[in-house]
């Protein structure tokens, strides 16, 4: 009786600290997983989140001069310098985010009754990934935004 006694208080075994061991170790991976994935997302967010806001600035600074094919983002002495790429105009670095900028505009209608001409307004911003100075390619992460101007509402 004394050796069922002994047996029953002897705690763990040592395949029951085993299977302990093993279900800690997949839940401190999925934690470890979880947060190395928030992070990544919050990253892509960040980056996401500068380059529209630089483009909305782009856009509203380019609408309030009526939209013209002359602007020039270097005047506002914010950083913006022109690109040594073909496919890009403008370059600049926000929060350690090199951005390329394209901006282009088209005339869209005119309506010759009223002297009124509409002008459309798009400023794309590209980046690369990994946050290299490099000109972006067609696959890395962009943000284009589009709005439209009266040439005539601001001396454009």
């Not at 040594?84 to 951005?99: C, R």
């Not at 400023?123 to 290299?132: F, M, N, S």
Request: charged content about 20%; glycine content about 8%; hydrophobic content about 45%.
């Amino acid at each position: 009786m004394c050796i069922k006694q002994l047996r029953k208080n002897s705690g763990f075994t040592l395949i029951e600290t085993i299977i302990a061991a093993v279900c800690l170790v997949i839940i401190a991976l999925g934690a470890l997983s979880y947060q190395y994935h928030a992070a990544m997302h919050n990253h892509i967010a960040q980056s996401q989140m500068i380059a529209t806001r630089t483009a909305q600035l782009l856009l509203e600074d380019w609408k309030n001069n009526g939209g013209s094919a002359e602007y020039d983002p270097a005047s506002l002495e914010l950083g913006f310098i022109a690109a040594d790429e073909e496919d890009w105009g403008y370059f600049v670095i926000v929060d350690n985010l090199p951005m390329y900028i394209n901006l282009s505009g088209s005339e869209v209608v005119h309506d010759e009754e009223a002297g009124v001409t509409l002008r459309e307004l798009i400023v794309r911003i590209a980046w690369k990934g990994d946050y290299t100075q490099e000109a972006p390619d067609a696959d890395d992460p962009y943000v284009m935004l589009t709005t439209y101007a009266r040439v005539d509402a601001s001396g454009g």
